[in-house]
């Protein structure tokens, strides 16, 4: 999450959605949300990464809309201008699981590394309850919905429309930045991935994501 109390914005980082750019591109507008502060752990100990900065970013950085409404003054929710993108479900899985495989240090790259491919790596994502493990939710709808599945934010950009739908938010916020391009998982067309039985097994599992978003494979 990153909150502006000079423009007023709140944005909703769903993972894998060009986040860390459009964090990037607004973090000289943004401030760390008081209600939310917790002190920073160093990111090195010892010579190692350590463990509790990547807990403590994952925090900050995947915050629900849910718990901020919850814990923001309620002026201050309701009249900042609230933003999040969402992509593809089908398109999303294949950028998580490469993702995963390009990150040595995620917590479950030794797992997936072990898959057979793609396919088990689905299975695996169905069966598992946080399969991610770095704040983000398994359903990119849980960011920005409320207990009852509504929408709680004002704006849901596409991924597939980002730069587009990002100057849109600029525009409403007045604001004149690009986007740079970060941490941008390297795969093929994700269609060609899929087989009838994994492209289903997606369409069930997050079929609450694709219907609130109105995705299709295609």
């Not at 709140?10 to 894998?16: G, R």
């Not at 067309?189 to 609130?212: G, W």
Request: hydrophobic content about 35%; some cysteine.
């Amino acid at each position: 999450m990153l909150i502006s109390y000079t423009h007023k914005f709140i944005f909703f980082h769903v993972a894998k959605v060009a986040g860390l750019s459009i964090r990037n591109a607004l973090q000289d507008y943004t401030q760390e949300p008081e209600k939310f502060k917790i002190k920073r752990p160093a990111k090195i100990l010892d010579g190692k990464p350590n463990p509790f900065y990547a807990v403590w970013d994952a925090f900050l950085t995947h915050i629900k809309a849910k718990d901020a409404q919850q814990e923001l003054p309620e002026n201050v929710y309701n009249n900042f201008y609230k933003f999040a993108f969402v992509r593809n479900p089908w398109d999303w899985q294949v950028s998580m699981y490469y993702f995963i495989l390009k990150e040595t240090g995620h917590v479950k790259y030794e797992l997936v590394k072990s898959m057979s491919g793609f396919a088990e790596y689905l299975e695996w994502v169905v069966e598992t309850d946080n399969p991610y493990s770095k704040g983000a939710t398994k359903f990119q709808k849980d960011t920005i919905t409320d207990n009852d599945d509504k929408i709680i934010v004002d704006f849901v950009g596409r991924y597939e429309n980002l730069n587009q739908d990002f100057q849109q938010v600029c525009k409403v916020l007045n604001i004149e930045t690009t986007l740079p391009v970060i941490n941008k998982t390297v795969h093929k067309d994700y269609r060609s991935y899929y087989t009838p039985k994994t492209q289903k097994i997606v369409a069930e599992h997050f079929k609450k994501d694709i219907e609130l978003f109105g995705y299709t494979f295609d």
